[in-house]
């Protein structure tokens, strides 16, 4: 039987930050391990985007040796903490997995996590290298989300110099903005980038790439190539009326003002965020449920989840969505906001919905959301948190001449080699494919990693 990870209970969570998911315990992580067939054809290793070898890590584990079952995945993996906690396992590695035929899969993701936290709590030694390692170049990466993150990982480990930018004060991207302490802990997000210092990556925050320097610059500064890994930070809106009152967040700046700025500590942090009784998230992937759950811990005392279609379609994983009804998150699915209405002084007062029906499927394979006539209906609210996606950000896209964007605003790039438009400029993650999950941005960092190396082999080659 699949072993449970013990969490937080429900009541006491909703009242803090801490980590709500508490870990295997030794003697699980054993049970767990042996359930494992080993199959010759690990079909789970080709649902992995980072191709960790899934079986002889585990097999590691069995034989009592967490030291080496980390050293395997760390082979393939820089983030394994990380992994292990916010990787979609169900959707990759586990949804391969051959006892979830007729049964529930190996828990992949949470036998990663507990190496990884074993490595943390007995100071295994991760791979290091000295500057003087870094002798085949110098290239620049920037962003330090998941895709950056990985991609200066690999570089380094290749014998490259690799430089990250970061817009913001602090290395870690939409890992240690976007998502809550309660599900992955700052701590953990500093305990990985540390790691990648040992590996020789220099990190430089405050250095919005666009604005305090270009591309243009940084090739003229000595680097050689160039990774973009900037994520899709732009938020999206409703485009309905009453969005510009009081109380109307999106998800990206509330959870940027928690997480960042520790608005969860004030007043320790002067830094608060205006939250009311009542909270509406609109929206039902992860951002949203991260929303909902951290305006319930921020004091509101109702919380609702406001979604056009049914929870068949819901695009948060199973997990969260568990985690947010058992805090008494309230899910008002088939529902759809039409208008936001104020008081006198622009303080939001109402949500006016539409309730909807399902028809046919759209593009996207959902069933496209029909609305119902004269079914409008009165939400009261004090706070709205729209997280319905986000686009990519247009700072650095609009100052590099030659960048060749698709018509959605994304970075175009040849899918084989991760190339841009402009000669000896990469690009993977959401601001090629637009918002998907950490481990496939982590895909394509690794990647163009790959590709990065090939790329400055081949053109020292030819210039012999």
């Not at 760390?74 to 169900?90: M, T, Y």
């Not at 841009?420 to 394509?444: C, L």
Request: glycine residues 10%.
């Amino acid at each position: 039987m699949r072993q449970q990870m013990p969490k937080q209970d429900p009541a006491v969570r909703r009242t803090n930050f801490d980590e709500v998911a508490l870990g295997f315990t030794a003697e699980q992580a054993l049970a767990e391990a042996k359930r494992c067939l080993n199959c010759k054809k690990p079909l789970c290793v080709q649902g992995c985007p980072v191709e960790i070898d899934i079986p002889q890590f585990i097999t590691l584990l069995v034989a009592g040796k967490p030291d080496q079952a980390l050293a395997k995945i760390k082979e393939k993996n820089s983030l394994p903490a990380i992994c292990g906690r916010v990787c979609p396992q169900e959707n990759q590695c586990e949804k391969q997995c051959v006892l979830g035929r007729k049964g529930e899969p190996v828990a992949i993701g949470a036998l990663e996590r507990y190496c990884a936290d074993w490595g943390r709590a007995n100071q295994a030694v991760e791979p290091s290298c000295e500057p003087e390692c870094a002798v085949k170049g110098k290239v620049a990466v920037v962003g330090s989300g998941p895709a950056g993150l990985t991609a200066a990982a690999d570089l380094a480990l290749m014998g490259y110099r690799a430089t990250l930018f970061e817009s913001l004060h602090a290395p870690g991207g939409v890992l240690r903005y976007g998502i809550p302490e309660f599900r992955l802990p700052k701590a953990i997000v500093d305990y990985e980038v540390g790691n990648l210092k040992k590996l020789g990556v220099e990190i430089k925050t405050n250095v919005l790439v666009g604005k305090t320097i270009t591309i243009e610059e940084l090739f003229a500064t000595g680097y050689e190539a160039v990774f973009i890994g900037t994520g899709a930070g732009l938020p999206y809106f409703l485009d309905i009326p009453g969005e510009n009152l009081n109380g109307v967040y999106s998800a990206n700046e509330f959870l940027t003002r928690v997480n960042l700025m520790k608005a969860y500590l004030f007043p320790e942090y002067d830094t608060p965020v205006r939250i009311g009784k009542r909270v509406a998230v609109v929206g039902a992937g992860n951002v949203a449920m991260d929303a909902a759950r951290t305006a319930l811990r921020l004091g509101a005392e109702t919380v609702s989840i406001v979604y056009r279609r049914s929870r068949a379609e819901m695009p948060a994983r199973r997990e969260e969505i568990e985690n947010a009804e058992e805090e008494g998150v309230v899910f008002r699915l088939l529902t759809n906001p039409v208008r936001l209405e104020g008081d006198e002084r622009g303080n939001l007062t109402t949500m006016i919905c539409q309730k909807m029906a399902l028809g046919e499927p759209d593009a996207s394979g959902r069933r496209r959301p029909v609305p119902i006539p004269g079914s409008e209906e009165e939400l009261p609210v004090d706070t709205v948190i729209v997280a319905v996606g986000q686009g990519p950000n247009p700072i650095l896209l609009q100052a590099t001449t030659g960048l060749a964007l698709n018509k959605r605003g994304y970075i175009e790039v040849d899918p084989e080699t991760m190339m841009t438009s402009i000669p000896g400029v990469f690009a993977g993650g959401d601001i090629v494919t637009g918002a998907a999950t950490v481990i496939a941005a982590m895909g394509a960092g690794k990647k163009a990693a790959r590709a990065i190396d090939r790329y400055l082999a081949a053109k020292k080659e030819a210039g012999k």
